[in-house]
């Protein structure tokens, strides 16, 4: 086995924030046009000396890479963009950039949005308003905002009728540590009430995924996920949200992450353009050797399921880095076969793909049933053909067994 070590709490973020704009063809919204008209209070860098001069209009990728689509002249602190949205394209998070201490958040939408910033030194505390969700972040974001404050008046209060001994003796500091917690609880309650009576909205399972399920076990994460309304459950963020809590219980007999399987063509098709079929999706790399002797008994399902092919497919998702090592591969080893899938996002460890699946080491088979669900994640060499072979005949055993 080939291990690569991952810390799991950062690979779910990861999941999500990486996952999101996998699916950004999603058709949600009339084309439309988004107009940003900004403005810079003070046009001052933080680190930088000099102003602002430029600023840039930059959409977040799979890949968490900030790609700018549109750039603007900043002329006595003020700024215009003017998007042209594609037809049908979902209210997305994008970025304002140009600043060396952060960006602006801001929704793209059809309609004019009007961004204040105070000091270009400090984007983030920028105020975005003038749209739908663009509103509706401004007063979701205010809620933190307040419990900190709330937090800080009660310390200075206590401070205040104590003394700032008492403050730094062992009952203040228990007092802080009980204030806080109490602050951190009731902003996470107040956000959820919010964002469960804005369900509709992309916002909700947006801030559900990165603010608000890591707290919460498996079982509670998936009844935030079904909390969101059915109107947006074809929306990018939804999905993303979804394959989040799938990645959280990754295990035989339940569904599996949607993921993306970029191919040798340049399209891109998902795990779940295959429902209604057996997939047995494998994971490895042309530098890999256990995997190179695993393709054999791959080459031998493929050759004895020919006639299955409208029930079975092999979904073959490569973690190499180098476009070449990888075709050369498929090419030398004589698994370049019709109907045989084959995938691979470039980026080695890094593939969101990979780390939804739980993909620690290569090479890693996961047998997937006709529904999307987990059949195994351990079958190998002789026995992966014998199982693949008795599903395919019929005998569904799986339904009764456990890894």
């Not at 919010?194 to 559900?208: R, T, Y």
């Amino acid at each position: 086995m080939v291990s690569k070590a991952m810390n799991n709490m950062k690979i779910l973020h990861k999941i999500f924030l990486t996952g999101v704009l996998f699916f950004v063809g999603v058709s949600l919204h009339a084309q439309g046009v988004c107009t940003i008209n900004g403005e810079l209070l003070n046009d001052t860098l933080c680190y930088t000396p000099g102003s602002v001069k430029k600023v840039y209009l930059t959409r977040i990728d799979e890949y968490d890479r900030f790609i700018n689509v549109d750039s603007a002249e900043v002329k006595k602190g003020k700024y215009r963009f003017k998007y042209k949205l594609q037809q049908d394209e979902p209210v997305m998070l994008y970025a304002i950039t140009g600043f060396d201490n952060g960006y602006i958040a801001i929704f793209i939408e059809p309609g004019e949005i009007v961004v204040r910033t105070k000091s270009a030194a400090y984007p983030s505390s920028s105020n975005v308003s003038g749209t739908v969700t663009n509103e509706l972040y401004a007063r979701y974001k205010l809620i933190a905002e307040r419990c900190a404050n709330e937090q800080i008046d009660s310390i200075k209060l206590q401070s205040k009728l104590r003394g700032k001994e008492w403050l730094d003796g062992k009952e203040g500091f228990e007092y802080r540590n009980s204030i806080g917690a109490l602050s951190v609880m009731k902003c996470n309650s107040e956000r959820l009430k919010f964002l469960l009576d804005n369900n509709d909205s992309p916002l909700a399972p947006l801030m559900m995924a990165r603010e608000l399920s890591h707290m919460l076990n498996n079982a509670y994460a998936e009844q935030m996920l079904n909390s969101i309304s059915p109107k947006i459950k074809n929306h990018p963020y939804y999905r993303a949200f979804n394959n989040m809590v799938r990645a959280r219980d990754l295990k035989v007999g339940n569904e599996l992450p949607d993921i993306s399987i970029p191919l040798r063509d340049g399209t891109t098709v998902q795990l779940s353009d295959f429902r209604g079929k057996y997939v047995l999706l494998d994971f490895w790399a042309s530098w890999c050797g256990p995997c190179i002797r695993e393709l054999p008994y791959l080459k031998q399902i493929y050759d004895e399921t020919l006639d299955k092919q409208e029930q079975f497919v092999i979904v073959s998702f490569s973690i190499d880095n180098k476009e070449k090592a990888w075709k050369d591969a498929i090419a030398s080893k004589d698994i370049d076969r019709k109907g045989w899938v084959h995938g691979s996002d470039l980026i080695g460890w890094g593939s969101p793909s990979a780390k939804m699946m739980g993909v620690e080491s290569v090479p890693k088979i996961i047998l997937v049933d006709p529904e999307g669900r987990a059949i195994s994640f351990s079958l190998r060499g002789e026995e992966l053909v014998r199982r693949v072979k008795q599903i395919l005949s019929g005998d569904k055993y799986y339904l009764n067994s456990k890894e």
